[in-house]
């Protein structure tokens, strides 16, 4: 595996699961300043669970990197888009938000295919002691098949062939570097046996299928992307957590952009967090400060940690799962322009 760093800028989108409480398929909310790249949208993805009402997404414009340092305050937005005027918003604790990442080029592609790998590798060794720590129990969610121990990814078999030629020993530390700890279930070996699959997995892999809590989408042939997917964090309406998740995730990216010697010595310096934690000390609070270099963020997530323990799974519901009527700063009006309707109908068939 070698460097990604100087050959992507990659871009990210967030999708909030939730219920729509009324009969009209589209409902679309136009930023006020008509910038299409600014536009939220309702999409029906899935209608086979409810009777009345469906499952529908509501996605927010693209972003990059440089945003995400700025604080995100086009994400602000996704929020103030939920309907004005009729109809329901209703969320329940199966619902997620996906948080994808773009990848110019396609997964096919073979830089493409290592960076994705790279960003597996990452999310395997950091679930179980920081993401799943992050994100509310998950009861009806399906998220209960961590990568790191259930997922495709780890299963296999992979056919022969196909393969990407990398150098594991480059990107990976030895064995030596990996104490036995409680997130790797006191057995290194099995571990690095698992680690050392990724980078072999065939171009292919893209197909794994999207129950996996993190798996890639086919390549959008539009834009020119594979989308990496994240599906972890139960949907939110609270600017501050979704801001805090997109925060954690992009870090994530910015590590396996990394070239093989930086990469590595980030990887020893997770495997060092995770055993010494052990001895005593918090974890993901290690992880947070020393590897993402987010520890301003630090006393969001223990609040956010104290409100999950006291059973506060997506706040600002009411006791029946409906979120109050808001009419937010961004999204002022409804969008009724017949042809952008179509427009819209045309890329998102239902």
Partial sequence: MSSSRPLFKPCFNAAIELIQGWDAPFEFCHHISNDQDKTCSFLKTDSSKYTTSGTVSLIGPNFDLADVAAGLPGLEAMPDALPYKGGDVIAEDFHHVELEVGIQGGIRNGAANILAKKM??????????????????????????P???????????????????????????????????????????????????????????????????????????????TWFCFRHLQTTFEYTLL??????????????????????????????????????????????????????????????????????????????????????????????NTALLARLRAKYPV
């Fill in 120 to 145: 597996a590798t990452l999310v395997m060794v950091l679930e179980e002691s920081l993401l799943l720590k992050l994100v509310a129990p998950s009861r009806g969610r399906r998220i209960m098949h």
């Fill in 147 to 225: 990568v790191s121990k259930e997922s495709n990814v780890v299963k296999g078999p992979w056919p022969q062939g196909g393969a990407v030629n990398s150098d594991y020993d480059s990107h990976v530390p030895p064995i030596a570097a990996m104490k036995p700890a409680a997130w790797n279930n006191r057995d290194p070996e099995h571990i690095c046996r698992i680690l050392s699959k990724t980078p072999e997995l065939p171009r292919n892999w893209a197909q794994l299928p999207t129950s996996d809590p993190v798996f890639a989408r086919p390549v959008d042939r539009e834009q020119g992307r």
């Fill in 243 to 336: 801001r805090n998740w997109v925060e954690v995730i992009a870090r994530i990216v910015e590590l396996a952009l990394a070239g093989p010697d930086e990469y590595k010595r980030c990887l020893e310096a997770i495997f060092r967090i995770q055993h010494d934690a052990d001895q005593g000390g918090v974890t993901w609070e290690q992880l947070m400060t020393h590897v993402l270099k987010l520890e301003h963020r630090i006393q969001d997530w223990r609040d956010q940690l104290a409100r999950y323990e006291r059973g506060e799974i997506i706040a600002g519901l009411s006791e029946d799962g409906l979120l109050p009527k808001r009419m937010g700063p961004y999204y002022s009006q409804k969008e009724d």
